[in-house]
Nanobody
């Protein structure tokens, strides 16, 4: 069992930066790959980024490539999403997810967090 709690969301102007954190509890943190998804108002949930168990592989959606970076700290049981050059279209609730491997990007998710709201003003 893994519990995921996101933090770091808030209001930021376009062009600004935020770093989201996802704190995980449970004994099996390093056994999972993790990812970030987002859901904008009135839209479906969208994949953002994922990282493998040992951080050797990362993947980012085309819409955020070059602006967002996913990372993890196994010692702190925390996953991060560094978001730079934010745009109003990045406004969404951001969710942390845990899965067996990078196939979580296609929905193979075992656990979800409850989300944190990011609002980007123009």
């Amino acid at each position: 069992q893994v519990q995921l709690v996101e933090s770091g969301g808030g209001l930021v102007q376009a062009g600004g930066s935020l770093r989201l954190s996802c704190s995980a509890s449970g004994r099996s943190f390093s056994s999972y790959a993790y990812g970030w998804f987002r859901q904008a108002p009135g839209k479906g949930r969208e994949y953002v980024a994922a990282i493998s168990r040992d951080s050797s592989r990362t993947d980012h959606a085309d819409s955020v490539k070059g602006r967002f970076t996913i990372s993890r700290d196994n010692a702190k049981k925390t996953i991060y999403l560094q978001m730079n050059n934010l745009k109003p279209d990045d406004t969404a609730v951001y969710y942390c997810a845990a899965g067996g491997d990078l196939r979580l990007k296609n929905g193979a998710v075992n656990y979800w967090g409850k989300g944190t709201l990011v609002t980007v003003s123009s």
